[in-house]
C-alpha cells in the first residue's frame, strides 16, 4: 500500500516555462513534505521542504505548494532550465519520528 | 568536507556470495539510513538506525542485516544474495528523523548474477 504517490513516471518541459510535479498522499497524519532531486549516477539531493502548517514554501525558482484536504502537494519550477532535467522524488514525515516514506519519483525533461 | 561516503561503487556478485556495503558519514549526525532504488519502485527503506546503539526494520529487510559500528558508520550486510536483491543501493544520514533533510551517499550499483 502506497502511502506516498507519484502517479506521472515522466514530464517534458520546453525550457523556459513552467514545470508542475505532483504528489498525492494517503496518511493525514503526515505533518512533513520534502522534495528531492535525482541526477543519473548521483544520490538525491534536498530540494525543498514545507510543514503541514502552511500551504506555500518558496525558494527561489522552486515552489511547494501543499493542500491538506487534497492530501495533494505539487513543486513548481520557474522557469524551467534544462539543467532541472533529473528525476524529482516527494517524501513525507511523521511527525518527524519515523523515516521519511518516498513517491516512486517523476522524470522531469526540460527541452531547450 | 566529504558527506556521506559509500563503498564500493560497483560490485558484481554471484548468487549465494555474501558481501558488505560500507557507509560513513562526517557530520555527526544521529540517524543513518539504506535505501534501495529500483526501476519504477522509487526508494524503499531498508534498514534504519535512529541513534548509535539501535536499528530498526523498513519496509523491506528481508535478506539485509545491519550494523551501527558507531556514530559515523552504519553497514549493510547481504549473507546470501540473490538476483532479486540487484540494485542501486543508497545510504543517507540525518540529524533527526523525518522532518530533518537527508544527506545521500552516491549510491552502490550491485548485480547479482
Known amino acids: 500500500d502506497q502511502q506516498v504517490k507519484q502517479n506521472s513516471p515522466s514530464l517534458s518541459v520546453q525550457e523556459g516555462r513552467i514545470s508542475i510535479l505532483n504528489c498525492d498522499y494517503t496518511n493525514s497524519m503526515f505533518d512533513y513534505f520534502l522534495w528531492y532531486k535525482k541526477y543519473p549516477a548521483e544520490g538525491p539531493t534536498f530540494l525543498i521542504s514545507?510543514?503541514?502548517?502552511?500551504d506555500k514554501n518558496e525558494d527561489g525558482r522552486f515552489t511547494v505548494f501543499l493542500n491538506k484536504s487534497a492530501k495533494h502537494l505539487s513543486l513548481h519550477i520557474v522557469p524551467s532550465q534544462p539543467g532541472d532535467s533529473a528525476v524529482y522524488f516527494c517524501a513525507a514525515s511523521l511527525s518527524g519520528n519515523t523515516p521519511l516514506v518516498f513517491g516512486k519519483g517523476t522524470r522531469l525533461s526540460v527541452i531547450a | 568536507n566529504a558527506g556521506v561516503t559509500q563503498t564500493p561503487k560497483f560490485q558484481v556478485l554471484k548468487t549465494g556470495q555474501s558481501m558488505t556495503l560500507q557507509c560513513a558519514q562526517d557530520?555527526?549526525?544521529?540517524?543513518m539510513y539504506w535505501y534501495r532504488q529500483d526501476p519504477g519502485m522509487g526508494l524503499r527503506l531498508i534498514y534504519y538506525?535512529?541513534?548509535?546503539?539501535?536499528?530498526d526494520k523498513g519496509e523491506v529487510p528481508n535478506g539485509y542485516n545491519v550494523s551501527r559500528l558507531n556514530k559515523r558508520e552504519f553497514s549493510l550486510r547481504l549473507e546470501s544474495a540473490a538476483p532479486s536483491q540487484t540494485s542501486v543501493y543508497f545510504c543517507?544520514?540525518?540529524?533527526?528523523?523525518?522532518?530533518?533533510?537527508?544527506?545521500f551517499g552516491s549510491g552502490t550499483r550491485l548485480t547479482v548474477v
Open positions: 543517507a544520514s540525518s540529524a533527526g528523523q523525518g522532518a530533518n533533510g537527508y544527506t
Open positions: 557530520m555527526n549526525h544521529n540517524s
Open positions: 514545507i510543514s503541514s502548517i502552511k
Open positions: 538506525s535512529a541513534s548509535e546503539g539501535t536499528t
